[in-house]
């Protein structure tokens, strides 16, 4: 019992270390934080395997909120429970906190700086960038089958040229996904296929 609560306390430590030193990349929006977790949770530590932080990412995604906290909590909760959660969220919020407070105080003696605003014109492509390769990190796990890619075009079609919310576009993802699942037969080789079986490594 006291070996798991030290286990779990170092693991609590490294959560909250990993998310420390990513918060500050958040800059430009929770989505361009993505790329960062992903490598930092599958590759660099192991945590979770692809498949699992593709699926966090998207119920993240779904759920109220910035996604980057909300990813964090999932990451946090699934490594070491409750207090994971807590110290994956206090890591990440932390240096956005502290940046924030700092900007606010500053930004009314530097907001119309050109060499500020000549920054803030450098920093908008490459947070494009980030957004693009997370999704392109999420496409080999989520847009693996016709009718995915069928799913995300028409999501796609219906953000981009009809003003119709997105938590509607989410709920008719979901209700697309259970029924697909329900009508599926049970052999279906798609659940079976080694990309749709994701790593669980040891904690």
């Known amino acids: 019992m006291e070996a798991n609560r030290e286990r779990k306390l170092r693991l609590c430590g490294k959560l909250f270390v990993s998310f420390l030193k990513i918060g500050p990349t958040t800059f430009g929006g929770g989505y361009a934080i993505l790329p960062v977790i992903d490598k930092e949770v599958t590759e660099r530590r192991g945590w979770l395997g692809s498949k699992e932080m593709s699926e966090m990412t998207a119920l993240s995604g779904a759920a109220p909120g910035g996604i980057g906290v909300n990813v964090a909590a999932l990451v946090g909760y699934r490594v070491a429970g409750i207090p994971g959660l807590l110290a994956a969220v206090a890591g990440i919020s932390l240096p956005t906190i502290l940046i924030m407070l700092v900007l606010c105080a500053a930004a009314a ?70 029924v697909a699942k329900a009508a599926s037969p049970v052999g279906d080789p798609q659940k079976a296929s080694p990309e749709n079986k994701g790593d669980h490594p040891p904690m």
Do not use: D, E
């Open 109 to 178: 003696g530097f907001s119309h700086n050109r060499y500020v605003q000549a920054a803030l014109h450098g920093i908008k492509p490459t947070v494009v960038a980030l957004i693009i390769y997370a999704a392109v990190r999420m496409r080999k796990q989520a847009l693996n089958h016709p009718l995915a890619w069928g799913v995300a075009a028409a999501c796609l079609v219906l953000l981009l040229f009809f003003p119709i919310p997105p938590l509607f576009v989410l709920a008719v993802g979901v209700v697309i996904g259970i």
